[in-house]
């Protein structure tokens, strides 16, 4: 269910293409860029993204990518580390904290974009974390693949 809730909310952060207009291979590249970037400013073993999901946005479609890894401890320490990164990287972090009890523990959450660029976002639950890249939104069908 966060998972779910966390996705819907992130295709605002990649749907907003400015400027240049880049091709379906040019925005995918572009989010597994800032995907590899992301995973690779943590020491978490991260796992591979496999193909992107492929959905509808306003100017056409958008590339989903996610990761996850096991977290046992220093939820914290990462949710803060994964927010800095993206800020540096000039995107608009928000972030959010709340309590789900025994079985979840503190879900740190937070989303990441920018105007022109690919958006981002993370959750990190006390045992698993996921952090989700999408691409600027552009011209094209998620089925034309």
């Known amino acids: 269910m966060l998972a779910a809730l966390l996705s819907a909310t992130i ?12 091709t379906p291979e040019e925005t995918q590249k572009d989010a597994l860029a800032l995907l590899d970037q992301t995973t690779t400013s943590t020491d978490i073993d991260w796992s591979s993204p496999g193909d992107p999901v492929s959905k509808k946005c306003s100017e056409g479609v958008r590339y989903q990518y996610m ?14 580390s994964l ?6 990287k ?4 928000e ?5 789900f009890g025994s079985k979840y523990g503190t879900v740190y959450a ?12 993370f959750e990190i ?19 034309d693949e």
């Open 11 to 22: 295709v605002v952060a990649g749907c907003a293409a400015e400027g240049k207009t880049m």
């Open 110 to 121: 937070a989303t990441a974009k920018a105007d022109g660029k690919a958006g981002a976002a």
């Open 67 to 80: 990761v996850h890894a096991p977290v046992n401890s220093k939820q914290t320490e990462l949710a803060d």
């Open 90 to 93: 000039g995107l608009q972090v």
């Open 125 to 143: 639950t006390n045992g698993n974390a996921l952090v989700y890249v999408n691409s600027q939104c552009v011209a094209g069908s998620p089925d």
């Open 95 to 99: 972030r959010s904290k709340q309590d």
């Open 83 to 88: 927010a800095e990164f993206w800020r540096s």
